[in-house]
Nanobody
Framework: QVQLVESGGGSVQSGGSLRLSCAASGYTYSYSSYCMGWFRQAPGKEREGVAAIVSDDSTIYADSVEGRFTISRNNAKRTLYLQMKSLKPEDTAMYYC??????????????????????WGQGTQVTVSS
């Protein structure tokens, strides 16, 4: 069973930076072959895709974070990262990492769709004050 554990959340002022991490364990297949994504959910809102990285390490970003956030992964450490810069109050949310072994299907259906991911972490809170 794949387990994902996020860390690195916290409270920052507008314009600040944070780096989220997602440590993975229990992978049946090669970690590098999985599609991985970061999602967020603010109170009263639906969960939305923030960034994703696919099996060839191509990256995809939501328009709202393009140029400010960077997704990456260290395959040897089985850890996914989200570097967040120039944070805004509207970035305030619970951030989740997610994984899917069938990366081809994820890419066909849409890497920013929460429903296509099989495994989820518990989340880490990010709060940005103005």
């Amino acid at each position: 069973q794949v387990q994902l554990v996020e860390s690195g959340g916290g409270s920052v002022q507008s314009g600040g930076s944070l780096r989220l991490s997602c440590a993975a364990s229990g992978y049946t297949y090669s970690y590098s072959s999985y599609c991985m994504g970061w999602f967020r959910q603010a109170p009263g809102k639906e969960r939305e895709g923030v960034a994703a990285i696919v099996s060839d390490d191509s990256t995809i970003y939501a328009d709202s974070v393009e140029g400010r956030f960077t997704i990456s992964r260290n395959n040897a450490k089985r850890t996914l990262y989200l570097q967040m810069k120039s944070l805004k109050p509207e970035d305030t949310a619970m951030y989740y990492c997610a994984a899917a072994p069938d990366c081809a299907t994820v890419q066909a259906l849409g890497v920013m769709m929460p429903s296509v991911y099989n495994y989820w972490g518990q989340g880490t809170q990010v709060t940005v004050s103005s």
